[in-house]
């Protein structure tokens, strides 16, 4: 197995590639597959919930289908699309021939596939797949789960290792393999929200490892960590869950935040408003992310000295993603702007996220969440934050980055022929959430009252038009690597013939070498 450091040929350029480029681009269209079958999942979610009454699946099929459309969307689209993203820009923003360490890189790929085929073969399995939600609570998840639950187990870990050796070879490639001259400041934003982003991930993926273990051992072998019969505690399992999965939040959102810092300087031709600004305000999240976890958990009963401090300490990280805020839209204050694709994703982006961000103030006080708990407020709130956070800058980028891909211009008509449908179909589906929550309409049940009706009709339709507008968004994409119009050497010249040069701290927004075809 030798490197490939040119492009292979053949079936090998894919299997045993250590190209960087290969293997982002391999990382990418697993994440698109795994993002359309969890959309495909929430689909029949949202179609059960058309009505009241139960008329498409039974409910164990739904909780099963709740289950899968989280954990593929978190650990199967988002995350190993920004690993995509990384393996692609990393090196040639901080002028490396490749990453680090290569042959782990496409180690750390090639064992997903795998682990996401076990995970949702569970489906076929007897008993069914996890039922249990994405963030599988126990005792539910260790007493009255279905059998499968052990190879659900298995997928984590797996899933897991593989996010490790990518955050290594991500620390490995920024710390060791920048070009001469590029001090830590002088990088672009979004190799710094990476290189934060993959110390969280070493720092709280032994976290999911450990606790999915305590499940297995309570399962198999006679233990009885969350079982309170045999002097376990069931919140014991939520503490070390949401030690994982509150910073697992912010590993999902952080490069959003570095590639949304490259595309709005270039459209607004400006430099970045803030850079140092930005990076601490990176930092200061990713510790605070640490001291925040039970704000998930006001409901089981904390202290109220513990109520308060986690009520604080929430509220606190709000204040350097206030910063961030600010910084994009002094950016663009008073700039050249021009509404190209990636630009309208990221406005999309800033919008909506604030939006969501506030939602996540109202949760953090405690005696208001105990009224939001478990409700479609709280869906309503994490979808406004990963669908236009996660999801739209992940849009923005491959739009923004792929004539430097493949060498191809998008069709900018069509580019915002998606823009448009997808922020269309993500407001009428996730907005009207807010109202039923506040209604009190609780998450992950099949049936509802005859109250929530018409919001519930909305959400659905909201939900099929986003649907249809990601099949729309797999045919622009291949419509643009097959015959696009040829890209020039500069790539974002802009539409109007507008040359963006500017003297930042950050000179890495746009490439200048020719594209390889």
Known sequence: MGEHHGPAKGITRWLYTTNHKDIGSMYLWFSFAMFLLGGMFALVIRAELFQPGLQLVDPGFFN???????????FGAVMPAFVGLANWLIPMMVGAPD????????????????????????????????????????PLSTTYAPPSVTFFIFAVHIMGASSIMGAINIIATILNMRAPGMTLMKMPLFVWTWLITAYLLIAVMPVLAGVVTMMLFDIHFGTAFFDARGGGDPVLFQHVFWFFGHPEVYIMILPAFGIVSAIIPTFARKPLFGYASMVYATASIAILSFIVWAHHMFTVGIPVAGELFFMYATMLIAVPTGVKVFNWITTMFRGSITFETPMLFSIAFVILFTIGGFSGLMLAIAPADFQYHDTYFVVAHFHYVLVPGAIFSIFAAVYYWLPKWCGHYVDEALGKTHFWLSFIGLNITFFPMHFVGLAGMPRRIPDYALQFADFNQISTIGAFIFGFSQVFFLFVVVKTIRNGKKASAKVWDSAEGLEWTVDSPAPYHTFTTPPKV
């Open 64 to 74: 099963q289908m709740t289950t899968m459309h989280g954990l593929v969307m978190v």
């Open 99 to 138: 990453m680090a360490l290569p042959r782990m890189n496409n180690w750390s790929f090639w064992i997903l596939p795998f682990a996401f085929a076990m995970m949702v073969a569970t489906l076929f399995m007897d008993g069914g797949g996890p039922n249990f939600g994405w963030t599988f609570y126990a």
